[in-house]
């Protein structure tokens, strides 16, 4: 494991511009209010959210001491996996207890965030069995899984998926290894699946380096795309405008708040439009919170229990 790459702890193992990709999200049949639209200027701001560990509530938790908006703007419910299934020699999209227990509870564990405004988003990730985004058989297996994953969205009121392609471990089980049709056969899949949501991508392993293929160049169906390695800076190798982007990443209380600063400081001066932070607790993070939010926002950051 990467020494920079965030630190895990599991059971079981974000074509629109920032400010749309916002505006959108699903409600359809869930019965939830239409979110407000935020009126806060500047960089998108993105929790990850380890839910074995911490509550999706904690990304509500904090506003702008200036006018009371929301800091962040997307929670991403980390993590669903993508498993194999040995017998039917085919992936299949897996909750442990804990992610099934937050979608099961969307009423209040989910619902409460978008109705504030803050789209909530399911990063699945690879699980050590061999399946992977990467190493899809055939055109059919790809879109199978991302039939699944809209499904999900759909059913649990969701508003779009994160790709994360680590810990696959490609080969186990039998799998194949990485191929160049399978991540743009499942994204392009996805993405006609749900138009309207957020497909975004966790610039990491073998599926992040298989953009193209067939003439098909998928990097235009991500809303957005960061850099997986916090504490530091690295612009990702897709071809999206900056407002999509966000090479800052930082893990909140284990990334010093003075680099937590320089990191919001220069994704304004750049131009880019994301910040990335992950492993947001339950626990008063306003100091390290305010860190970047001066920066991004030109407001230091509430934390409201």
Do not use: C
């Not at 530091?232 to 800052?248: D, E, F």
Request: aromatic share 10%; glycine share 8%.
């Amino acid at each position: 494991m990467f020494t920079l790459v965030r630190s895990r702890v599991r059971t079981a193992a974000l074509a629109l511009s920032a400010v749309a990709a916002l505006l959108t999200g699903a409600t359809a049949a869930t019965g939830a209010a239409a979110a407000p639209a935020p009126a806060k200027q500047g960089p998108t701001s993105v929790a990850y959210v380890e839910v074995n560990n911490n509550s999706m509530l904690n990304v509500g938790k904090y506003t702008l001491a200036s006018d009371g908006d929301n800091v962040f703007d997307v929670a991403v419910i980390f993590a669903a996996n993508i498993n194999y299934d040995t017998a039917t020699k085919s992936a299949y999209l897996y909750f442990n207890e804990n992610v099934q227990r937050v979608l099961d509870n969307a009423a209040t564990q989910i619902r409460p965030l978008q109705q504030k405004g803050i789209k909530v988003v399911l990063s699945v990730l690879g699980n050590h069995q061999g399946a992977g985004f990467a190493n899809f058989p055939s055109q059919q297996a790809a879109s199978a899984f991302a039939g699944q994953l809209s499904d999900a969205v759909a059913k649990y009121g969701l508003d779009g998926i994160d790709f994360d392609d680590e810990y696959a471990e490609y080969g186990n089980n039998g799998t194949g290894q990485p191929n160049a049709s399978s991540f743009v056969q499942l994204v392009t899949a996805l993405r006609a699946n749900m138009p309207d949501k957020i497909i975004s991508l966790y610039n990491i392993g073998p599926a992040a380096s298989r953009l193209s293929y067939g003439g098909v160049d998928i990097s235009s169906k991500f809303d957005y795309a960061w850099n997986p390695y916090y504490g530091t800076w690295q612009v990702p190798g897709i071809a999206l405008p900056k407002s999509k982007l966000s090479p800052a990443a930082v893990e909140i209380g284990g990334t010093s708040q003075s680099t937590v600063a320089d990191l919001a400081r220069r994704t304004v001066s750049e131009g880019y439009g994301v910040y990335l932070t992950y492993n947001l607790d339950g626990a008063d993070r306003s100091a390290d919170v305010s860190a970047f939010t001066r920066e991004l926002y030109g407001s230091a950051a509430v934390y409201t229990p």
